[in-house]
Every structure is written in C-alpha cells, then in structure tokens.
C-alpha cells in the first residue's frame, strides 16, 4: 500500500532528527568538560548531518543521518591557573559549544520532527478514510 | 461490466491515487526539510482533459522507436508515480540549497488531506447511489 511507504518516508525523518537530537544533547552536556590532562584537548563540538537517500524498495527520496563531523574551530581559553587541566601559561581549554547555537538547533530539530509526525498523522487520517468506504 | 467501471468511481479513484502519491511526495519533502542542496517537489494535478475523455493515457505507454524494419520495439507500461509528473517547487533557497519550507508543505499536507477525504466522501455517496439503484432500502 502506498500510504505505507508514504509512512516510512515520514519515519525517516523521525529518526534522522531523533539521530540529530541526540548528537546535540551530547555537544549540550559536554559544554563544560575539560581536558584530561594539562594542556590536552578537551572535547570537540560534532555536528550532524543529512543525506538524501533513494530508498528503491520504496522508490522515494528517504533521509538519513550522514557522517558526523566535527567543528575545526578554535575552543575557549579560559585563564584558571589553579586548575589541574591548566596548561604552561595558566589557560584552560574549554570545549568549542556555544550553548546559544546548540539550544537553536535543537529548536530546529524539534520542529521538524513535529513536521513529519504531522505528516504521519494526516496520513493515518487519509488510511481511516479509505477504510470507511468499506462501511458504506 | 465490473462496479469499478463506473465511470464516477474511476475518476474519483483517479483523483485518489493522485491524493496518494502527492502524499508521498510531500512526506519526501518534510522528511529531508533539513538535507543540504534538496529542491522541494509536488505533483502536477491530473489532466481535467483526461477524466472526462475517459481515454488511456498514452504517458503509460513508453515503447522504443524503430526506424529501420531490423530494429525490435521494446516496450514498457510504467504505472503509479509516472504517471503524473512530479514539477520542481520552491522559490525560496537556504544558503544550504535547500528549498523546502515547512509552513508550506504543512498547508499542502492538510490541503492534500482534504481533498483526499472529500474524494472518499463522494465515493461513498456513490456506493450508497447504486444501493439505492439496486433497491436495497
């Protein structure tokens, strides 16, 4: 049936922005990791992403998560002598996530899985109809 | 003569399976709403043209040319999606060349949706015509 598939295309999508969500909750709680070690890299922002996908079982377009990549920009030096993580000159490095950007995209993110489970639902809505002819 | 044969039936299920594989499209749209260099497509109505003519459509039919008497025709009938092209939409492009917007493609979905249920609405008016016919109450 090809409100099935019409489903599964709406599925994908869940599961790439589910697939997304997660990677920003991961970037969120890292937010303030610090390194191992004096002077080591702390952990570095991912970013997620998409690819177009054609599905031949279902002869459509799906999406799925792609590779995850990482953000090459440079981290925060924060000036904490004390520190155990401090390095030669008394920084710390502090991971490169903008909380500000991460809390946008999961906005983001959250509005599109609203929009494919709309899809869904009107759908299942288009399915009942079919079905109620049979009760004419 | 088949019930399905009733020419408001077959046009109702044309207008249907129309409903159906917009739909499809429409998922495809909302489902890579984020994917980078993705242009939003829709489905081209059916020809007002074709119901009323109750013709075969001749896109069914794709066959090879054959020019020269030793050439062997190939053909094909293609059925679903090809039968209605399906047309580049979107005029507004992201920086990431992506030109799907979500506000729109929820307003065809629940549009989409509409026609869909007034097409299974009449259809059951029209079972419920031919009951009538048949003298069942």
Redesign the interface.
């Known amino acids: 049936m090809?409100?099935m598939?019409?489903?599964t295309?709406?599925a994908?999508?869940l599961k790439?922005?589910a697939g997304?969500m997660r990677i920003i909750s991961e970037n969120i709680a890292n937010a303030d990791s610090v390194p191992d070690a004096p002077g080591a890299d702390p952990y570095r922002r991912k970013i997620p992403?998409?690819?177009?996908e054609l599905d031949r079982s279902l002869?459509?377009?799906?999406?799925t998560l792609g590779r995850v990549a990482t953000d090459k920009s440079d981290f925060r030096l924060k000036y904490e002598p004390g520190h155990p993580s401090a390095n030669a000159d008394g920084n710390v490095k502090y991971p490169n996530v903008n909380s500000l950007v991460e809390m946008t995209d999961m906005r983001?993110a959250q509005?599109?899985y609203e929009?494919?489970i709309?899809?869904i639902s009107?759908?299942r809505?288009?399915i009942q109809?079919?079905i109620?002819?049979l009760k004419? | 003569m088949a019930i399905t044969d009733v020419p408001i039936l077959s046009m109702l299920r044309t207008k249907?399976?129309w409903?159906?594989?917009r739909?499809?499209v429409?998922?495809?749209n909302?489902?890579?709403?984020?994917?980078?260099n993705?242009r939003g497509r829709d489905l081209a109505a059916p020809k007002f043209d074709d119901a009323v003519a109750g013709t075969s459509r001749p896109v069914d039919q794709v066959t090879l040319a054959a020019t020269t008497p030793g050439h062997i025709g190939g053909g094909m009938s293609l059925n679903?999606?090809s039968k209605y092209a399906t047309t580049k939409g979107g005029y507004e492009v992201r920086p990431g060349g992506n030109s799907v917007n979500?506000e729109d493609?929820?307003m065809k979905?629940?549009s989409?949706?509409m026609e869909?249920?007034a097409a299974?609405a009449l259809?059951?008016r029209s079972?419920?015509l031919l009951k009538v016919a048949l003298g069942k109450r």
């Open positions: 090809d409100f598939k019409t489903m295309i709406a994908s999508g790439a922005q997304r992403t998409f690819n177009t002869d459509a377009r799906v999406v983001e509005r599109s929009a494919n709309n899809v009107a759908t809505r288009m109809r079919t109620d002819i004419a | 249907m399976s409903a159906q594989e739909q499809k429409l998922a495809q909302v489902a890579n709403s984020d994917t980078p993705y679903g999606a979500l493609e929820m979905v629940a989409n949706q869909y249920q299974t259809y059951t079972l419920t």
